[in-house]
């Protein structure tokens, strides 16, 4: 079947350090790979998307490479921020738009001042 | 972006009672809806599928006479606990996608206490 593995957290670091959330899948066939944020209160968002091996997705300096060899889609930033403080989710889809999602369990991250 | 809402945001209720939840697609047309159960420190779970004017498709594990899932427009779905119990507390949080693009929207979630 079809799952999604992210490391666990909770994740503590520093204004502007480097963050690395890992995230490995299973599936069949060929997935498209999300990574999701759920700020406090708030509903999740897509931060960004790969849809096929080598692609890079980014959005708001975050960035994530699809590694077909690894079956991996890890979350990078290179200098983080309090307002980044959420939890980020890893998830992937096999079909269309009309297929439900399979998310990890999730990673909190906490950046402090 | 697109908004999906939902409402209430929170609710407590005793058990034995019903509970509906309503998923709302503001500014788009929602051809399908999903809806996911979320435990603390746990993924989302997908519960079940919901296509406009069809029935509702459960996962397996999901009783659908406990949830039942209407989907009678293209921009509102509703979640119905039946004769809720305190297990049922969780999390319930839907998603929607319109006409086949790729993007899912996500609610801001409905957080039920079953005392």
């Known amino acids: 079947g079809n799952s999604v593995t992210q490391m666990e957290g909770p994740v503590t670091l520093s204004e502007e350090a480097f963050l690395t959330i890992n995230c490995t899948y299973t599936?069949?066939?060929?997935?498209?790979l999300f990574w999701y944020v759920q700020y406090p209160g708030e509903g999740l968002q897509l931060l960004l998307k790969?849809?096929?091996?080598?692609d890079k997705g980014s959005n708001k300096g975050f960035e994530a490479t699809y590694r077909k060899e690894t079956t991996s889609f890890h979350l990078e930033k290179g200098s983080v921020q309090v307002s980044d403080s959420a939890v980020y989710f890893c998830a992937l889809r096999v079909d269309s738009g009309n297929t439900p999602l399979v998310f990890g369990k999730g990673t909190r991250l906490s950046v402090i001042a | 972006g697109a908004v999906v809402s939902q409402h209430p945001s929170r609710v407590i209720c005793k058990s034995g009672t019903s509970v509906k939840i309503e998923c709302r697609s503001l500014d788009f047309q929602a051809t399908t809806m999903f809806w996911y159960r979320q435990f603390p420190k746990q993924s989302l779970m997908l519960m079940a599928t919901s296509n406009e004017g069809s029935k509702a498709t459960y996962e397996q594990g999901v009783e659908k006479d406990k949830f039942l899932i209407n989907h009678a427009s293209l921009t509102l779905s509703t979640l119905t606990v039946t004769s809720a119990h305190p297990e049922d507390s969780s999390f319930y949080i839907c998603s929607a996608s319109g006409g086949g693009g790729e993007t899912q929207y996500f609610g801001p979630g409905t957080r039920l206490l079953v005392l």
């Open positions: 790969a849809t096929k091996a080598d």
């Open positions: 599936a069949t066939g060929y997935p498209s």
